[in-house]
T-cell receptor, first 117, second 118 residues
Framework: EAGVAQSPRYKIIEKRQSVAFWCNPI?????LYWYQQILGQGPKLLIQ????????DSQLPKDRFSAERLKGVDSTLKIQPAKLEDSAVYLC???????????????FGPGTRLTVL | AQSVTQLGSHVSVSEGALVLLRCNYS??????LFWYVQYPNQGLQLLLK??????LVKGINGFEAEFKKSETSFHLTKPSAHMSDAAEYFC????????????????FGKGTKLSVKP
């Protein structure tokens, strides 16, 4: 079974530029998460999708971050414009969760390491 | 509000020694608890999870954790460390089904980096 795929693996941009990350979850997984992991900290949830609908985006800085999962499969996270403090690893995860049961395992991709100069 | 505290950002053990990584949680409702491991430049991999069944949970690679409600703890142990165990370990809590809008969202601790000396 293929795991969660993410691209690119690394990205370096200047502040105020825009950037986009792509995630392809495990086939058949209904739920998709984007996390931000700043160096020295644990991952922090940015947004959760159930199929193509947003379940929770309360911690997404909506003035600069956006995410979509148009067909309920792969997803894109965008930052525009980027700030220095956005330097982090952006992790995508998916789970089979279809009935709002939270014991499902989340499967993580390798992440995209973003450096904002 | 949920939170997770991992005591010790770095733990160093000798190969063959006991591994003990500490995790305390705060939750207003019965929690689900998880331990994930992260190897360099890789995503997180689930080690084990507590979902209100047995309080002693066995995971992969010889790790286990015990849920102690009275101590609000979920410490991770392994009897004998191996060099390949060197990684960063994250404890996480989920409040479960549809509490306050969260549905399976994980709240992570800051992580503990485990070093194993030969």
């Amino acid at each position: 079974e293929a795991g969660v795929a993410q691209s690119p693996r690394y990205k370096i941009i200047e502040k105020r530029q825009s950037v986009a990350f792509w995630c392809n979850p495990i086939s058949g997984h209904a739920t998709l998460y984007w996390y931000q992991q700043i160096l020295g900290q644990g991952p922090k949830l940015l947004i959760q999708f159930q199929n193509n609908g947003v379940v929770d985006d309360s911690q997404l800085p909506k003035d600069r971050f956006s995410a979509e999962r148009l067909k309920g499969v792969d997803s894109t996270l965008k930052i525009q414009p980027a700030k220095l403090e956005d330097s982090a690893v952006y992790l995508c995860a998916s789970s089979p969760m279809t009935q709002l049961v939270s014991t499902d395992t989340q499967y993580f991709g390798p992440g995209t390491r973003l450096t904002v100069l | 509000a949920q939170s997770v505290t991992q005591l010790g950002s770095h733990v160093s053990v000798s190969e063959g020694a006991l591994v003990l990584l500490r995790c305390n949680y705060s939750s207003s409702v019965p929690p689900y608890l998880f331990w994930y491991v992260q190897y360099p430049n890789q995503g997180l991999q689930l080690l084990l999870k507590y979902t209100s069944a047995a309080t002693l949970v066995k995971g992969i690679n010889g790790f286990e954790a015990e849920f102690k409600k009275s101590e609000t703890s979920f410490h991770l142990t392994k009897p004998s460390a191996h060099m390949s165990d060197a990684a960063e370990y994250f404890c996480a809590v989920s409040e479960g089904r549809n509490y306050g809008g969260s549905q399976g969202n994980l709240i992570f601790g800051k992580g503990t980096k485990l070093s194993v000396k030969p």
